[in-house]
């Protein structure tokens, strides 16, 4: 079985709280980021899919069309956005990393079918040294 990865960034706005929490529960809970008035992440995501190399091309799956999956079903929805108040695949959700990499993995699993390979990881940096993995 061959794995390959294709990388995105993007830039988005969280905040992670229970609104039935006061702000100071908010904090001692969530941290930095449940500030009241929002923050951001320069988040990092890695998708990796699996399957076999095609004999004809040499390729696993066509990268270009990867990215622009990546772009049309993810990047475009959630970059230089607020992932509580903007994202439809988020909505009703804590804005968390985790819950952020099963979304991404529901948005990206059946596409990427079509695309002759499985989705074997959803991998986002939220900071330098933070990172969630999702393997579905
Ligand atoms: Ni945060």
């Avoid at 959700?93 to 596409?111: D, H, R």
Wanted: proline fraction near 3%; charge should be neutral.
């Amino acid at each position: 079985m061959m794995y390959i990865t294709r990388r995105e960034r993007f830039n988005a706005a969280h905040r992670l709280f229970r609104p039935e929490y006061s702000d100071t529960k908010n904090m001692e809970v969530f941290g930095k980021c449940s500030n009241p008035n929002w923050h951001g992440h320069n988040y990092e995501l890695f998708v990796t899919v699996k399957g076999t190399v095609d004999p004809e091309t040499g390729f696993l799956i066509n990268l270009k069309a990867l990215s622009k999956l990546i772009r049309e079903k993810i990047i475009q929805k959630i970059d230089h956005k607020n992932i509580n108040l903007e994202v439809d695949f988020m909505q009703g959700q804590m804005a968390s990393t985790e819950n952020l990499s099963v979304a991404i993995w529901n948005e990206l699993e059946k596409p990427v079918r079509h695309l002759g390979a499985k989705l074997h990881c959803v991998k986002i940096c939220e900071s330098e040294n933070n990172f969630v993995e999702y393997f579905g």
